[in-house]
């Protein structure tokens, strides 16, 4: 399976791909981090590249929202 990783698809669209578990979560968390970092006031996260839907998928996702409100972004 191909490894998690996520990037900016247009200027507003934050997409995840391949599998997001236990292995790669923390990984691809910090570097969503960092493209939310540069993001405009709002974006949207597109997980139709995802080839599992493993739970920690939820929870970076939750994480992203509470990041993205720190920095006063939805």
Same mark, same amino acid.
Request: glycine content about 10%; cysteine-free; overall charge negative.
């Given at each position: 399976?191909?490894?998690? *990783? ?5 200027? =507003?669209? +934050?997409? &995840? &791909?391949?599998?997001?578990? $236990? ?7 910090? *570097?969503?981090?960092?493209?939310? =970092?540069?993001?405009? !006031?709002?974006? $949207? ?7 599992? *839907?493993? !739970?920690?998928?939820? !929870? +970076? ?6 990041? *993205? ?6």
């Amino acid at each position: 399976m191909e490894k998690g *990783a996520v990037s900016w698809q247009d200027p =507003d669209v +934050l997409v &995840v &791909v391949g599998e997001v578990d $236990l292995d790669s979560v923390v990984d691809v968390r910090k *570097a969503g981090e960092k493209l939310i =970092d540069g993001a405009g !006031s709002s974006f $949207l996260v597109d997980l139709g590249g995802l080839t599992s *839907a493993h !739970s920690v998928a939820l !929870s +970076l996702l939750v994480r992203w929202m509470a990041y *993205a409100r720190q920095q006063e972004k939805t």
